[in-house]
């Protein structure tokens, strides 16, 4: 059973960061695609990061680009989201999900798994 569980978020400071984490089990990590998307309230799911799996290479949304930083541990199954200089408009619920290729896509229907997700606040 694929199974991807979110954490890490929390309430922060405008400026602040947070390190969020996506753990996978159930699949061989290296042929899946992995991508961050969130959604805030009233709003559709939008792409932040996505990371290939076959060569490492990295998509960011032009919102967060600079300030986010999507990387990966295989030996551990698990993908991470640094947010730095987050700003109140970064507030929604975070998703990482996963695609059943080794290069990442930009939109949420072309993946195949996520979880629940977690909610990063970030106050003014």
């Known amino acids: 059973e694929v199974q991807l569980q979110a954490s890490g978020g929390g309430l922060v400071q405008a400026g602040g960061s947070l390190r969020l984490s996506c753990a996978a089990s159930?699949?061989?990590?290296?042929?899946?695609?992995i991508g961050w998307f969130r959604q805030a309230s009233g709003k559709e799911r939008e792409e932040v990061s996505c990371?290939?799996?076959?060569?490492?290479?990295?998509y960011y949304a032009d919102s967060v680009k600079g300030r986010f930083t999507i990387s990966s541990d295989n030996a551990k199954n698990t993908v991470y989201l640094q947010m730095t200089s987050l700003k109140p408009e970064d507030t929604a619920v975070y998703f990482c999900?996963?695609?059943?290729?080794?290069?990442?896509?930009?939109?949420?229907?072309?993946?195949?798994?996520w979880g629940q997700g977690t909610q990063v606040t970030v106050s003014s």
């Open positions: 999900e996963a695609r059943g290729r080794t290069w990442f896509a930009t939109t949420h229907e072309e993946y195949d798994y």
């Open positions: 159930g699949f061989t990590f290296d042929d899946y695609a």
């Open positions: 990371l290939s799996s076959s060569d490492g290479s990295a």
